[in-house]
């Protein structure tokens, strides 16, 4: 069991450490100013909009840039924190706030998965509406970002490395 939750504890670590650039470097390109990213990076975005059909990161909707204002204000802060415990192991103290995270992305991203499946997608001058493929498409692309905040959640939820108290010492 040990090594189990080592093995979560290195996908943990991975996952919060690689998050601080997709954050600054991808997701914030939806509610920074262009002039702000070298060209490189928004025609990277760009051909990631086109090719995949993305409109949420195209032209996104103010309920899906109040989500990337939360992943800046609120997760960007917490991921090297997450990163330094999980690369540490065994640290309890981030029980509380890995669920607090988990459950508040796990939200965040069911929302925007149903709008991927269910939404409308008006033709653009740059992009057609998303086919039921390609929406299958986007969901692939996000849904790890579901899988493994959930996946964070059954780890602090039932592991007895978390979820044990620690016996207080008697004087």
Same mark, same amino acid.
């Given at each position: 069991? &040990?090594? =189990?939750?080592?093995?979560? +504890?290195?996908?943990?670590?991975?996952?919060?450490?690689?998050?601080?650039?997709?954050?600054?470097?991808?997701?914030?390109?939806?509610?920074?100013?262009?002039r702000w990213y070298p060209q490189e990076l928004l025609d990277l975005m760009k051909w990631y909009c086109i090719t995949f059909k993305d409109h949420l990161m195209m032209d996104p909707p103010p309920w899906f840039k109040s989500?990337? $204002?939360?992943?800046?204000?609120?997760?960007?802060?917490?991921?090297?924190?997450?990163?330094?415990?999980?690369?540490?192991?065994?640290? !309890?103290?981030?029980?509380?706030?890995?669920? =607090?995270?988990? /459950?508040?992305? &796990?939200?965040?991203? *069911? &929302?925007?998965?149903?709008?991927?499946?269910?939404?409308?997608?008006?033709?653009?001058?740059?992009?057609? /509406?998303?086919?039921? +493929? +390609?929406?299958?498409?986007?969901?692939?692309? $996000?849904?790890?970002? *579901? &899988?493994?905040?959930? *996946?964070?959640? *059954?780890?602090?939820?039932? /592991?007895?490395?978390?979820?044990? +108290?620690?016996?207080?010492? !008697?004087?």
């Amino acid at each position: 069991m &040990a090594a =189990v939750t080592r093995l979560l +504890e290195w996908l943990f670590f991975f996952y919060f450490f690689s998050h601080i650039p997709i954050t600054i470097l991808v997701d914030l390109q939806a509610v920074l100013p262009a002039r702000w990213y070298p060209q490189e990076l928004l025609d990277l975005m760009k051909w990631y909009c086109i090719t995949f059909k993305d409109h949420l990161m195209m032209d996104p909707p103010p309920w899906f840039k109040s989500f990337i $204002y939360c992943e800046a204000i609120l997760q960007l802060p917490f991921f090297p924190v997450a990163a330094y415990a999980f690369f540490k192991g065994g640290c !309890r103290w981030i029980r509380t706030p890995a669920i =607090v995270y988990s /459950s508040h992305v &796990a939200t965040t991203v *069911l &929302a925007i998965l149903a709008h991927l499946l269910y939404g409308t997608f008006p033709k653009t001058s740059q992009v057609d /509406s998303p086919t039921q +493929e +390609e929406r299958l498409n986007l969901v692939f692309v $996000y849904a790890p970002y *579901l &899988a493994i905040p959930l *996946l964070l959640l *059954l780890t602090m939820l039932f /592991s007895p490395q978390y979820n044990k +108290e620690e016996k207080r010492k !008697r004087k």
